[in-house]
């Protein structure tokens, strides 16, 4: 009997993770189940309904873990699963998981198994606030002192007012005395009370906020390293934008929740139950007026209010729409030009503002009519606390004077209950930043860049072995990329790869990089394992990379040839400058080395960026140098002076070159053919010419695109 329990409350809800528990009672079904999953035809439902990826790494994960389950274990167990999902993976739900187990129940209609899949978000790690906060710990302690001390004196200023309109009131029933000297006393209590009380509020607020900042700061660069320090796999699975975004919005929000939270929480705390203590002391029955109508006040406005709040919500959302609209059309302003479709981005933007605009102009309509209601809600709770201390005043139950303490007191009481409720939202939303923010604070990245591994200390021959390699794509586990992958490339010599597009060419130099770990197999480099080296000294001082679209910073011809090495001097710029064949033309700008070249080198010709890029790479003197169809986005002209560049940069090093265009590596020492993951053909050009294989195929191919 198949059983499918599903929380239904999160399947039709956006998830980050979801966990999958599939409970095998038998371990004969876990077996059956792992045949199934295994069997070839077992990939039995409508993969068009789900994204794709998702469905290929849920598939193999599953795969994976109930394979092991049922080859480790002969007792009855579950498989737990847990699925991080990147935020382009965001809107799956687990409808999937349901679409999933529905076609284990077709197949396995005799398998007894449970599916629960749980609507995973990130939770927020007090001991990390701890680790911020402890620093600041003097800083915070002061405020909250302060603030506690202000909302104290906040409690008092009712009851001076009352003693103050009691002397007014005396003097004018009873019109003698000196009214200045009656009053002066009073008076100067309540000025001196005002003066500490402004004080101590200052000095919270400056405390809170040096802290609040600090903390954000620091908040900012250790999520800033942490991210630098993952794994390029983290950077395929999450967008840069949202990435940005939690090093901006969410740390600002958390920060301004956390301010508001501990000065105007603990505030508006004390003095709701201070003046709530004032409010019975000056007169219970009063009192007791208040506490029926002022809760049932206070929820009504923040029943109204959360409404507010989620209209307002919806429409910075639209807002936020409107400047991702205009934001992806300013970013591809080029390719926005190119097709003439300046009017229809305009009609986009125009459509989602308008729609903002809409949603805003209800909001406004919303708030006005709150606070209008309000208003005569709060001025008929004051008319009928006056109507009703009226009576108690001429039954002689109450003097003028604590008729003014209530009345001002309840209004403290009101607004420190108005702003606990605005507050507890602020809260839940501080809270959730945080979480977010923490989420990737404790990432630790699966090829970690420095730390326990070696640096040889005898200098480099440059020889790299491919071993065996298998490769699957953590983002796409599913698809196999590299199948027992096997390559020498000798040291000092130019090896070349060449084949269909999409067959694995970058990724065997991604590989190098150790940008990705081979799911199996070994790459050696002169005879060491890569996995045991320094990774930052690999990549910083062994490895060049120049790839088809160089990315420059937006500073100076400088400062992006010196990116390859920061400690190098001026000369050493100059001289790879010459060696990139760059020399010439960065001393043709009026600003020489100190051009500034735009953002991503926008005000670079294709050529002049990858001599720029040559330099970058060439400036670390690298034992390794990969070229990833370094001038293939070139037109014959800047293609030759590269090329010259590149010919000269080349000598005396390991190359590897991934080349597209075949007319770049025929003078290479050996050229491997790849296919379907595998090296299928290698050579020199002339002995692959004469095979008349795959090489010769893809050679007239081109020929015949080049003639077309
Ligand atoms: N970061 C990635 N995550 C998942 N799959 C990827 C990633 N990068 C590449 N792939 C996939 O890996 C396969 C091989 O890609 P690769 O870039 O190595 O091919 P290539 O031979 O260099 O192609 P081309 O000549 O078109 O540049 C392709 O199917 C591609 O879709």
Same mark, same amino acid.
């Given at each position: 009997m198949f059983q499918l329990l599903c929380n239904t409350a999160s399947i039709i809800a956006p998830v980050r993770s979801l966990s999958l528990h599939l409970r095998c009672h038998k371990t004969a079904d876990i077996r059956k189940l792992s045949r199934w999953y295994t069997s070839p035809g077992s990939n039995a439902y409508n993969s068009s309904q789900l994204p794709g990826n998702t469905v290929s790494h849920i598939w193999s994960l599953t795969q994976r873990a109930i394979r092991q389950s049922a080859v480790q274990t002969s007792k009855p167990q579950g498989v737990a699963l847990r699925f991080i999902l990147g935020p382009s993976l965001l809107t799956v739900s687990t409808r999937l998981f349901c679409h999933v187990a529905h076609c284990e129940a077709d197949v396995n209609n005799n398998t007894?198994?449970?599916?629960?899949?749980?609507?995973?978000?990130?939770?927020?790690?007090?001991?990390?606030?701890?680790?911020?906060?402890?620093?600041?710990?003097?800083?915070?302690?002061?405020?909250?002192?302060?603030?506690f001390g202000a909302a104290i004196?906040?409690?008092?200023?009712?009851?001076?007012?009352?003693?103050?309109?009691?002397?007014?009131?005396?003097?004018?029933?009873?019109?003698?005395?000196?009214?200045?000297?009656?009053?002066?006393?009073?008076?100067?209590?309540?000025?001196?009370?005002?003066?500490?009380?402004?004080?101590?509020?200052?000095?919270?607020?400056?405390?809170?906020?040096?802290?609040?900042?600090?903390?954000?700061?620091?908040?900012?660069?250790?999520?800033?390293?942490?991210?630098?320090r993952q794994d390029v796999t983290f950077f395929d699975a999450n967008k840069t934008g949202q990435l940005v975004n939690r090093l901006t919005a969410d740390i600002q929000e958390f920060k301004s929740s956390f301010k508001l939270v501990i000065s105007q929480g603990l505030r508006s705390i004390t003095q709701t139950v201070g003046c709530f203590l004032s409010l019975y002391f000056i007169s219970p029955k009063l009192t007791g007026l208040t506490v029926v109508v002022l809760p049932c006040l206070v929820g009504a406005g923040a029943f109204i209010g959360s409404f507010l709040r989620k209209l307002s919500r919806l429409?910075?959302?639209?807002?936020?729409?409107?400047?991702?609209?205009?934001?992806?059309?300013?970013?591809?302003?080029?390719?926005?030009?190119?097709?003439?479709?300046?009017?229809?981005?305009?009609?986009?933007?125009?459509?989602?503002?308008?729609?903002?605009?809409?949603?805003?102009?209800?909001?406004?309509?919303?708030?006005?009519?709150?606070?209008?209601?309000?208003?005569?809600?709060?001025?008929?709770?004051?008319?009928?606390?006056?109507?009703?201390?009226?009576?108690?005043?001429?039954?002689?139950?109450?003097?003028?004077?604590?008729?003014?303490?209530?009345?001002?007191?309840?209004?403290?009481v009101q607004r420190s209950l108005a702003s606990i409720s605005i507050l507890f939202g602020q809260m839940v939303r501080g809270l959730s930043s945080g979480a977010r923010v923490f989420e990737y604070l404790g990432l630790e990245p699966t090829i970690p860049?420095?730390?326990?591994?070696?640096?040889?200390?005898?200098?480099?021959?440059?020889?790299?072995?491919?071993?065996?390699?298998?490769?699957?794509?953590?983002?796409?586990?599913?698809?196999?990329?590299?199948k027992r992958f096997n390559l020498t490339l000798p040291p000092c010599k130019t090896i070349a790869i060449v084949g269909e597009s999409g067959g694995g060419k970058s990724t065997v130099a991604s590989l190098l990089e150790r940008f990705y770990d081979p799911t199996s197999g070994v790459i050696m480099l002169d005879g060491l394992d890569i996995r045991t080296l320094d990774l930052s000294w690999l990549r910083g001082q062994v490895i060049g990379?120049?790839?088809?679209?160089?990315?420059?910073?937006?500073?100076?011809?400088?400062?992006?040839?010196?990116?390859?090495?920061?400690?190098?001097?001026?000369?050493?710029?100059?001289?790879?400058?010459?060696?990139?064949?760059?020399?010439?033309?960065?001393?043709?700008?009026?600003?020489?080395?100190?051009?500034?070249?735009?953002?991503?080198?926008?005000?670079?010709?294709?050529?002049?960026?990858?001599?720029?890029?040559?330099?970058?790479? &060439? %400036?670390?003197?690298? $034992?390794?140098?990969?070229?990833? *169809? @370094?001038?293939?986005? /070139?037109?014959?002209? =800047?293609?030759?002076?590269?090329?010259?560049?590149?010919?000269?940069?080349?000598?005396?090093?390991?190359?590897?070159?991934?080349?597209?265009?075949?007319?770049?590596?025929?003078?290479?020492? &050996? %050229?491997?053919?790849? $296919?379907?993951?595998?090296?299928? *053909? @290698?050579?020199?050009? /002339?002995?692959?010419? =004469?095979?008349?294989?795959?090489?010769?195929a893809l050679i007239r191919r081109q020929k015949t695109e080049g003639q077309s």
């Open positions: 007894s198994v449970e599916v629960v899949a749980k609507n995973h978000v990130p939770e927020f790690q007090w001991h990390i606030l701890w680790e911020f906060v402890r620093p600041q710990l003097f800083a915070l302690i002061g405020a909250i002192v302060l603030a004196l906040n409690i008092q200023i009712p009851l001076m007012l009352g003693d103050l309109v009691n002397v007014v009131a005396r003097f004018l029933r009873e019109n003698t005395g000196n009214y200045v000297h009656e009053i002066r006393g009073p008076a100067m209590k309540l000025l001196g009370l005002y003066g500490i009380q402004g004080l101590l509020t200052t000095g919270y607020i400056i405390l809170l906020s040096r802290m609040g900042e600090r903390v954000a700061a620091d908040m900012r660069k250790t999520l800033f390293a942490s991210l630098l429409a910075q959302e639209q807002v936020a729409k409107a400047t991702g609209v205009a934001d992806e059309a300013l970013g591809n302003v080029r390719t926005v030009k190119a097709f003439a479709m300046e009017q229809r981005e305009l009609q986009l933007y125009a459509h989602e503002v308008d729609k903002s605009c809409e949603m805003n102009g209800n909001l406004g309509a919303g708030i006005a009519v709150f606070q209008g209601l309000s208003n005569v809600a709060l001025n008929c709770l004051v008319l009928g606390t006056i109507f009703a201390g009226g009576t108690l005043i001429s039954s002689n139950e109450m003097s003028p004077g604590d008729l003014m303490s209530f009345l001002v007191a309840s209004q403290t860049l420095s730390g326990g591994g070696r640096i040889p200390y005898h200098s480099l021959m440059g020889r790299v072995d491919f071993m065996d390699i298998s490769f699957s794509y953590p983002t796409r586990p599913g698809h196999q990329i590299l990379f120049i790839n088809q679209e160089p990315v420059l910073f937006g500073s100076s011809v400088m400062e992006n040839i010196r990116f390859g090495k920061p400690e190098a001097t001026d000369a050493e710029v100059i001289n790879a400058a010459k060696q990139a064949n760059a020399h010439h033309f960065i001393t043709g700008f009026p600003d020489g080395y100190n051009t500034v070249v735009g953002e991503r080198g926008v005000m670079l010709s294709g050529g002049q960026k990858q001599r720029i890029a040559i330099a970058r790479a &060439l %400036i670390k003197n690298p $034992s390794i140098l990969v070229l990833d *169809e @370094a001038t293939s986005a /070139l037109d014959a002209e =800047s293609e030759r002076v590269v090329q010259e560049a590149l010919d000269r940069a080349t000598r005396g090093r390991t190359v590897l070159i991934i080349a597209h265009r075949l007319s770049t590596i025929q003078g290479a020492d &050996l %050229i491997c053919v790849m $296919s379907n993951g595998r090296i299928v *053909e @290698a050579g020199t050009h /002339l002995e692959l010419l =004469s095979k008349g294989g795959l090489y010769s």
